[in-house]
């Protein structure tokens, strides 16, 4: 899975932001407000990658969180992402 070309990450006054640019614009109304776990698995995202990759990347990072709470918020994100229709 992978973020859709057409979408951008930006850092603003300490807060991280998704904006969707060109024809997507037409499409994706308004943008996407992201802590920094969402913005370390979007930043993942950006590039073809499977969830597994995603939780054993994140279970390398983030001491003292066990597997099933991260499957768990990447599944969560996942869905969230792939109900808007952000991936490919």
């Known amino acids: 899975m992978k973020i859709k070309s057409g ?5 603003v006054a300490g807060k991280t932001f998704v904006v969707a640019t ?24 950006e590039n073809e990658i499977t969830k597994e990759e995603i ?4 279970l ?4 003292g969180v066990d597997r099933a709470t991260i499957e ?7 869905a969230k992402l792939a109900g808007d229709n952000i991936l490919e």
């Open 7 to 11: 979408f951008v990450l930006r850092d």
């Open 22 to 45: 060109g024809e997507l614009s037409k499409t994706f109304k308004g943008m996407i407000t992201l802590n920094e776990t969402g913005k370390y698995i979007w930043k993942l995202l």
């Open 55 to 58: 939780v054993e990347n994140m």
């Open 60 to 63: 390398s990072v983030y001491e």
């Open 72 to 78: 768990a918020d990447v599944d969560k994100f996942v």
